[in-house]
């Protein structure tokens, strides 16, 4: 403390004999920086945790948050919010197609009506853990990992494959909501058809808000080395953008 | 040396060459050419403290000065099998009120079964938080091994090589890794929320809603790969620790995924996705596996050890209500939330039925073991080389309102614990307890002798398991008397 404010003393007077200087140095011009260069090892960029994760694949793909990723057991892949009575059901091992059953049980009704059944946001779903959340009230995790771990790579491009997935698929069906800019329906695309590089160029701008650069682009490409169908280029294409680590980190 | 001799083995994994011939072994019938030396840790968490004195080393009433005023048990509801003594099933107890759990599993079936592997080891804990006690007892106190949980420490010695060595699907501080940042990466456990959901993520697209084809998958991340040879960002960052290690992972992703671990660990059909082919034989063992979370546990982490995935495994459900198959039938549970710790409000039975939730768990996993052939070593059972270590958060108060039978206790300090192992010297009880206070003792570490001026502590368990499961480090604390050999 004391050295401190000896530090600001001195500080203080050399501002004033400077300021008294009847012929003072030019004031220094502000020379530009370049961006610092991130080499050593510890900087650390921000892992993209389960939310993060889940939120901007919601709004990139125009996908609600629960129709992001699911897996075949129902579960949600990640999710959180308030505990429910069937995701409380389902944390005790009730099979999907008895949850209503036993919700009837357990209300003592012959209807069930599932609601909030413990009102705290608690993270939950088939990957939460290994994407970065915790489980504090239906599994007894209450600490997240720290940094990703091995199966994390694994649960990213599963749940970015499965809502890849179901976006293209919801276009294929319906209108484009996504997949406007070439015919996603047709089913054979190549490079040269038309809207391709356009719908890469898109879901850049969705996914990394820029756009991709000419190398890239062409780096896309190669995923029509093979011809694709519109669906399988509309997935691959998003599969690709969005487990890059510029997706996945910030 | 060491990975070398893992490769080895891995590689003769390969050409792995058939069962035995009438053996009671029903193993994957498969061998290799140039064994290691497996050690498999599975550690069955008893959360909430697990007594020993209302288990394994119950005093009688006739033996105590106080017996009405500390928690014995009347003369016949004590059984002995071999060397060591257990409480009966508390079932009448349980059923005088139907807000109780119920006690399904007897410990003297454990000890029947199980019992000549059975090491009773007195020992005091050194916190009576949950949390704090719980992480202790799997890092022997913080600081036996830098700071490391003992399933990494047996993974540092076992688990070089393997796709995910240590596998953890146990609750709150049971649940945390262990603290020492030196630990390789690859040693780092794997938490898991839910045994039948966490086979899925073992592949980044087996069994998707909207399958796609491998090759294809295959393709896009080449592509991604030659993406971000170009990436702006993925050029800045190349050095950063974040994007290292996440190019580490993926490349041990990779290596997981070629595991085929879906099919081997799934532990139900789901649709184009058939069940583990061992599920069958894993429900003669346990029954409940299709409806109990802490059964699918067992099942799992024997499923993980079985297939050369993981060398050490945690588990030990908290989930409370759940289905049991109770002769044949699909019977619903409602274990005490907070397992043992329901000992606040009803000691006794919450005591008796939360061991004999464990221990069917346990003894399931054994008997699986039992009969199941070593990968790695032909003509020998997994169980030849596995030790189950059933830590716990803390004891349980020795005293009770005079003769009461329904009453509750706080935590305490002074308990024991089990664990059950064939490298082990079992059917023994190691130290002893006053029938006077209902306090344990300790015992030398060399003899195994009774020994009231001593006590162990969390450090000397962790020791004896790493010790049984030949896991070195610096400063072990060996306990010659309970290792066989």
């Known amino acids: 403390m004391n050295y401190r404010l000896v530090t600001l003393a001195g500080a203080l007077v050399l501002l004033a004999v400077g300021a008294c200087d009847s012929d003072p140095e030019p004031a220094p011009t502000i020379q530009p920086r370049s961006l610092p260069e991130v080499s050593h090892g510890r900087a650390r960029l921000r892992w993209k945790r389960f939310r993060a994760l889940q939120h901007d694949l919601s709004r990139a793909l125009a996908l609600p948050e629960r129709s992001v990723c699911t897996e075949r057991t129902g579960q949600q892949c990640a999710a959180s919010g308030p505990v429910t009575l069937k995701d409380w059901l389902r944390s005790e091992n009730v099979p999907e197609d008895q949850l209503d059953e036993e919700c009837k049980k357990r209300q003592g009704s012959s209807e069930c009506v599932d609601g909030i059944y413990i009102p705290y946001d608690n993270p939950r779903g088939a990957h939460v853990i290994t994407l970065g959340g915790n489980n504090t009230m239906l599994a007894g995790i209450h600490d997240a990992i720290v940094e990703p771990i091995v199966t994390t790579p694994i649960a990213v491009d599963r749940v970015v494959l499965t809502a890849c997935g179901e976006r293209a698929a919801l276009d294929v069906e319906g209108a484009p909501e996504v997949f406007t800019l070439f015919d996603i329906a047709s089913s054979v695309v190549d490079a040269s058809t038309d809207g391709v590089v356009a719908t890469i160029e898109d879901l850049h701008r969705r996914l990394l808000a820029r756009s991709p650069t000419a190398a890239e682009t062409d780096a896309l490409l190669g995923l029509l080395s093979d011809p694709l169908s519109g669906e399988e280029f509309a997935r691959l294409s998003c599969f690709v953008i969005a487990t890059t680590p510029e997706f996945i980190f910030q | ?485």
Not at chain 2, 163 to 177: D, E, I, K, Q, W
Not at chain 2, 214 to 233: N, T
Not at chain 2, 284 to 309: G, T, W
Not at chain 2, 371 to 379: A, F, G, I, N, V
């Open chain 2, 1 to 485: 040396m060491k990975s070398s001799t893992r490769r080895t083995f891995l590689t003769g994994m390969g050409s792995l060459v058939g069962g035995l011939a009438g053996s009671r072994l029903v193993g994957p019938g498969t061998a290799s050419a140039d064994a290691a030396n497996p050690r498999y840790l599975f550690v069955l968490t008893a959360f909430g403290g697990a007594s020993i004195v209302d288990s394994f080393l119950p005093v009688a009433a006739s033996e105590s000065a106080k017996p009405g005023e500390l928690t014995t048990f009347s003369d016949d509801l004590l059984d002995t099998v071999g060397g060591l003594r257990c409480v009966r099933p508390l079932v009448e107890e349980a059923a005088s009120d139907p807000r109780q759990p119920p006690v399904r599993y007897a410990q003297k079936s454990f000890l029947d079964r199980h019992g000549a592997d059975v090491a009773v080891v007195t020992m005091n804990h050194s916190s009576v938080s949950h949390p704090t006690a719980q992480a202790r007892s799997l890092t022997g106190g913080g600081t036996a091994d830098r700071g490391r949980t003992i399933l990494e420490t047996v993974a540092e010695a076992h688990g070089h090589g393997l796709p995910l060595p240590v596998v953890n699907m146990s609750s709150r501080g049971f649940s945390l890794a262990g603290t020492d940042s030196a630990l390789a990466a690859e040693l780092r456990q794997v938490a898991v929320a839910d045994p039948r959901s966490f086979p899925l993520g073992t592949h980044g697209s087996q069994g998707i809603v909207r399958p796609l084809d491998l090759e294809l998958l295959e393709r896009a991340r080449v592509v991604r790969g030659k993406v971000e040879e170009v990436s702006l960002f993925s050029a800045r960052h190349k050095n950063t620790h974040s994007l290292q290690r996440w190019a580490s992972l993926r490349e041990r992703a990779a290596a997981v995924e070629e595991a085929d671990l879906v099919s081997k660990l799934l532990l139900t059909d789901l649709p184009g996705l058939p069940a583990s082919p061992d599920l069958a034989l894993i429900r003669e063992s346990l029954p409940s596996v299709d409806y109990d979370i802490m059964q699918a546990e067992a099942a799992l982490a024997f499923l993980l050890v079985k297939n050369r995935v993981s060398c050490s495994v945690s588990f030990g459900s908290l989930s409370l209500a759940t289905r049991e198959l109770v002769d044949g039938v699909v019977t619903p549970s409602v274990y005490p939330p907070e397992g043992f710790d329901a000992a606040h409000t009803s000691h006794r039975v919450a005591q008796s039925s939360c061991w004999s939730r464990v221990l069917a768990a346990a003894d399931g996993l054994i008997r699986l073991l039992k009969t199941t052939e070593d990968p790695s070593r032909p003509e020998t059972s997994m169980w030849d080389h596995s030790l189950v270590y059933f830590p716990t958060d803390f004891g349980r108060e020795r005293t009770r309102p005079l003769d009461r039978l329904a009453f509750g206790t706080g935590h305490h300090l002074n308990n024991g614990v089990l664990l059950v192992s064939p490298l082990i010297k079992g059917n023994r009880v190691y130290g002893g307890v006053d029938p006077d206070t209902l306090l344990t003792y300790g015992f030398d570490r060399e003899t195994g002798e009774p020994d009231k001026g001593s006590v162990m502590v969390e450090e000397d368990l962790f020791g004896a398991v790493a010790h049984a499961l030949d896991a070195p480090f610096p400063g072990r604390r060996d306990m010659p008397a309970l290792v066989k050999g």
